[in-house]
């Protein structure tokens, strides 16, 4: 398994700077849809009724990272530094924006999805580059590889990671947020087309990722999709029973499953590929890969889980 993971590491998945361009403009539209359906009142929500929205952030960005961090622990000699870096990322991101679709099909709280997600998108601006410093030095204290060269070359900077983050989510959501308040009528026209472009596009962009190293898939995904597999699949299950727990009830713990397991991964691809954050030089194809499959994988798991 780890040989093989090394050699998915080896994967070069460069994109050029118009590819990147593209990429940031798709993730700033996106986060512009989820703008538009946030509203005061999401926040007001917070304040009514405070304890489903406090599990619901405790469980995205406090116990989602911890149970990631003991997950990638626990592979221990089995992944390479890129693949655990890639879990710890994804983990460190915000719920994805069709979080708030799936919690209306599952028959889950709709109201408290959206105002999750309005929430963990702008706590994350924050929490992601925290999050992702936090775990990812404790891996390079702790991890079985801490001698690893490429540990060695990767440099975790939370400031260049948070004034990214800001760009790619605080801009879009204020825009968002303004475009809501002033023209409600064409708001209510464009959200659902935008939401359902950047769907597609994301999705189409990470195929296109695939296609152009199939070879390479082909040969090694099955690692990749079980690890993937089993990172969802606890994201999930933490989300539903830390919910259960804390006493909520089945409406609003479907919600924070699936708040908890569907995660921006377009943002985290975002930041793999900026070079102010990692080097293109490093060999973070298992990191990437892991991050672009997520971003697929999440939306079949959910599906499949919480269908009617």
Known sequence: MFEALQAMDKVRLDFTGGGLLILNITIAIIMFGVALEIKPAHFRELLRKPRPVVVGFLSQFVLLPALTFLLVM??????????????????????????????????????????????????????????????????????????????RQISIEPWQMFKTVLILLGIPIVAGMLFNHYLPKITD?????????????????????????????????SWILLIV???????????????????????????????????????????IFNPNIFSPDLPLGGMMIVVAWWGIWHIISTRCAFEK
């Open 229 to 271: 597999f089993l990172h969802n699949l606890i994201a999930l299950v933490s989300g539903y029973y830390f919910s259960r727990i804390t006493r909520l009830s089945e409406q609003n713990s479907r919600t924070i499953a699936i708040e908890t397991g569907i995660q921006n991964s377009g943002l985290g691809l975002v930041l």
């Open 189 to 221: 026209k464009i959200k659902k087309p935008i939401r359902i472009f950047s769907i597609i596009f994301f999705m189409g962009m990470v195929v296109m990722l695939f296609v152009s190293n199939y070879d390479y898939f082909l040969k090694y995904i």
């Open 74 to 151: 626990a592979f221990w000699n089995n992944i390479t530094v890129g693949v655990a870096m890639g879990m710890i990322l994804v983990a460190a991101c915000p719920g994805g924006n069709v979080s708030n679709f799936f919690s209306t099909f599952s028959k889950g709280n709709a109201a408290l999805s959206v105002s999750l997600t309005a929430i963990a998108t702008m706590v994350a601006i924050v929490l992601t580059p925290l999050n992702f410093a936090i775990y990812g030095k404790l891996y390079q204290i702790a991890g079985p590889h801490n001698s690893n060269e490429l540990l």
